[in-house]
């Protein structure tokens, strides 16, 4: 079946300007993370959603990075603001069930984003 | 503190040699789960194998397996009968089953470059 997608797969965008990140799971899985994988600081995570339950947001850097999860499918990072130190491959995942440690995460091919 | 370590530089091997990568890791909770990820230059992280701190016997996927020992906190993955394919960064991965953490904790990665 179809992996985790995500849009578009690289984005040049001018320093302050506002980006909009885009994740398809798994269909039917549940559980959706985003990460963020820089050259200084490996791979960290950003965000958690599980189904109808609030988001654990406790990886968001700064109030200019924001998530959603519109009916429990899709899920949309927004950087507002953008910076330099933003620059980063925003990778997201899924997993079958959420909130275990043998939860396998699946990973998408990422966004490269560039900000000038 | 760093959860997970990977220290080894990067390593060249030849084709149909298999190799070890390390990976040591720092929790104090028992039940936790680990990983293993292979991330190609196409930049995919592609997950290869899973070992739970519970489980008995080391786990094994086609070509991979994972030298688990607990008592060292370590896990590392041998890939058997290497390929040209293999070329890639792997990157250790833990999952503590606290409860609240919906985050993996990825290493530095190791970089293995397979040669004919």
């Known amino acids: 079946g179809a992996g985790v997608s995500q849009s578009p797969s690289n984005k040049v965008t001018e320093k302050g300007k506002d980006v909009e990140l885009r994740c398809d799971p798994i269909s039917g899985h549940t559980a959706l993370y985003w990460y963020r994988q820089s050259l200084g600081q490996g791979l960290e995570f950003l965000i958690y959603?599980?189904?109808?339950?609030?988001?654990?947001k406790s990886g968001l850097p700064s109030d200019r990075f924001s998530a959603e999860r519109t009916g429990g499918s899709v899920s949309t990072l927004t950087i507002q603001r953008t910076q330099q130190e933003d620059s980063a491959v925003y990778l997201c995942?899924?997993?079958?069930?959420?909130?275990?440690?043998?939860?396998?995460?699946?990973f998408g091919p990422g966004t490269r984003l560039t900000v000038l | 503190a760093q959860k997970i370590t990977q220290t080894q530089p990067g390593m060249f091997v030849q084709e149909k040699e298999a190799v070890t990568l390390d990976c040591t890791y720092d929790t104090s909770d028992p039940s936790y789960g680990l990983f293993w990820y292979k991330q190609p230059s196409s930049g995919e992280m592609i997950f290869l194998i899973y070992?739970?701190?519970?489980?008995?016997q080391n786990a094994t996927e086609g070509r991979y397996s994972l030298n688990f020992q607990k008592a060292r906190k370590s896990a590392n993955l041998v890939i058997s009968a290497s390929q040209l394919g293999d070329s890639a960064m792997y990157f250790c991965a833990m999952r503590e089953a606290v409860a609240g953490n919906n985050r993996l904790a990825f290493g530095k990665g190791n970089q293995v470059v397979v040669i004919p």
């Open positions: 959603f599980q189904g109808n339950s609030a988001p654990d």
């Open positions: 070992q739970g701190s519970y489980d008995q």
């Open positions: 995942a899924s997993s079958p069930r959420g909130g275990r440690a043998t939860d396998t995460q699946y």
